[in-house]
T-cell receptor, first 115, second 114 residues
Framework: GAGVSQSPSNKVTEKGKDVELRCDPI?????LYWYRQSLGQGLEFLIY????????KSGLPSDRFSAERTGGSVSTLTIQRTQQEDSAVYLC?????????????FGSGTRLTVV | GNSVTQMEGPVTLSEEAFLTINCTYT??????LFWYVQYPGEGLQLLLK?????DKGSNKGFEATYRKETTSFHLEKGSVQVSDSAVYFC?????????????FGSGTQLTVLP
């Protein structure tokens, strides 16, 4: 597609429920990233996928968070047993390999509210 | 480790004023440097970039020069407009080994008044 597409744009969920957030990257971009933007916390790296390599999961805050990327394209970020502190905007980005020259292209994000 | 320190906001300016948002970084190796902008209700957009020392990135009247000697990448614009009101993020990227993620500063909220 023309840009990075994320869905849903907004999600309200009850504490303890599981949620799935979807990211559709730009066609041909081999790298995909998830970030979390919390109020007053800036942008926090979560996970990075590059082609068929094992993902870099070093930013995931707990084992309740997981992500997968199927067929080198669409990615799903799953949060199990959501907590109120999970409330944030979850941003997905994609890039050509590395991203050093062209930077990343970000989606508009999914605003997650845990009540 | 790698880190980015940005001038704290919020910053409020009148239209046509001069803008500087300071950004300094700490990095092992040779980072690429970026400024991203987030307009209200939208995702982050790449504003400009520089990939090596002394490079100047520019876009939409904004400029930033990669200064290795001062480890800085300050954002400047000579005459801001109301439409420039947004949050600005400085970021660096080190491509080494398996590490590829952008490291962001905390963001600076800019409001331009008519």
């Amino acid at each position: 597609g023309a840009g990075v597409s994320q869905s849903p744009s907004n999600k309200v969920t009850e504490k303890g429920k599981d949620v799935e957030l979807r990211c559709d990257p730009i066609s041909g971009h081999t790298a995909l990233y998830w970030y979390r933007q919390s109020l007053g916390q800036g942008l926090e790296f979560l996970i990075y996928f590059q082609g068929n390599s094992a993902p870099d999961k070093s930013g995931l805050p707990s084992d309740r968070f997981s992500a997968e990327r199927t067929g080198g394209s669409v990615s799903t970020l799953t949060i199990q047993r959501t907590q109120q502190e999970d409330s944030a905007v979850y941003l997905c980005a994609s890039s050509l390999a590395g991203g050093a020259v062209y930077g990343y292209t970000f989606g508009s994000g999914t605003r997650l509210t845990v009540v | 480790g790698n880190s980015v320190t940005q001038m704290e906001g919020p910053v409020t300016l009148s239209e046509e004023a001069f803008l500087t948002i300071n950004c300094t970084y700490t990095a092992t190796g040779y980072p690429s440097l970026f400024w991203y902008v987030q307009y209200p209700g939208e995702g982050l957009q790449l504003l400009l970039k520089a990939t090596k020392a002394d490079d100047k990135g520019s876009n939409k009247g904004f400029e930033a020069t990669y200064r290795k000697e001062t480890t800085s990448f300050h954002l400047e614009k000579g005459s801001v407009q109301v439409s420039d009101s947004a949050v600005y993020f400085c970021a660096l990227l080190i491509s080494s080994g398996s590490a590829r993620q952008l490291t962001f500063g905390s963001g600076t909220q800019l409001t331009v008044l008519p």
